[in-house]
């Protein structure tokens, strides 16, 4: 599919209290939807200096066991992503809850949602390692619920061609099969793709079936992308991966990064998510969390 034959919808984060019923439904049949303007002014200003501090201690090499390197064509090892970001940096925790998000993940995945993963990654400018076409993970074998798994991605940096991501619009609904073959074709092949830009702030949904990825950059910015993974609740309990202690824990967690955006300067006169999932996943009381990392080795099923 070439980018002229497909019609890309953009929601505004800035004109939308949510994404429209429209833009969910171009989603679910494409697996991905770019969102404009969902982080602006100073809380951007703030992401973008915390995320610096990873960036440059994962530059040094000097990061502990959450900072992970990629090779480059010519076996040059390079800085790559950090996990766990919302444990290591508050601007992040208060990100978790920005409401317009919260509220068009709860309209494609239902209230009883998940945050599931949290990462930064990063194209380090100049020597960006590729990202090959790849899914991020596959729905659990036996799973016949419809509701998508997936990232939001937050930018904190422009992407232009030289660092932006790539997708195959639809290869989220494809199978195992077709799918691998698409993956082992030799090179960056982007005859069936479109280029997603970005500005600083936007926000990419993507399906963890899509088929996604990135070429080496060369002559390419700094790209910072924050990515938060949501799962419907029901689909977590089911198949896992994670034990039902997790999810509750994570769930402890975003209330009180909730709260956290309430207490922010730079979030005032903004109406918050009330996160109230129902059944087996209601909250009750509130529990602090002990920690904002909860390492998914941890929580693994037997």
Known sequence: MSQQEIQIPE?????QEEITSEQAQFFLDNGFLVIRNVVV???????????????EIGMAGSGDEDYFYRVRKNGERKYWRTE???????????????PFILRSVAKIQGINFIPTWDSLVVKIP??????????????PVGCSDPRPIFNVD????????????????????WAAEVAEERIGRPGFDVSDAVPVPMNPGDVIFHNIQLL??????????LRRTVYYEFRPGEIEAEFGPHTLEYLSLKQHMLVDCIEKRKAASYTLGETPYDYQPTGAFAIGKKQAPKTYRYAHSDYWRA
Not at 126 to 139: C, G, I, K, M, T
Request: proline fraction near 4%; include cysteine; glycine fraction near 6%.
């Open 84 to 98: 766990y970001i919302i444990d290591k940096q508050e601007a992040n925790k208060v990100l978790l809850a920005h």
């Open 212 to 221: 996604h990825g990135s070429p080496e950059g060369d002559g390419n910015a």
């Open 41 to 55: 002014g100073e809380e951007l200003r703030r992401l973008q200096e915390q995320t610096m501090e990873a960036v």
């Open 11 to 15: 929601a505004d984060a800035l004109l």
């Open 154 to 173: 937050f930018y904190m940096d422009e992407a232009d061609l030289k660092s932006c991501l790539w997708v195959i619009p639809g290869s989220n609904h």
């Open 126 to 139: 100049n020597q960006a390692a590729s990202v090959p076409w790849h899914r991020d993970a596959l729905v």
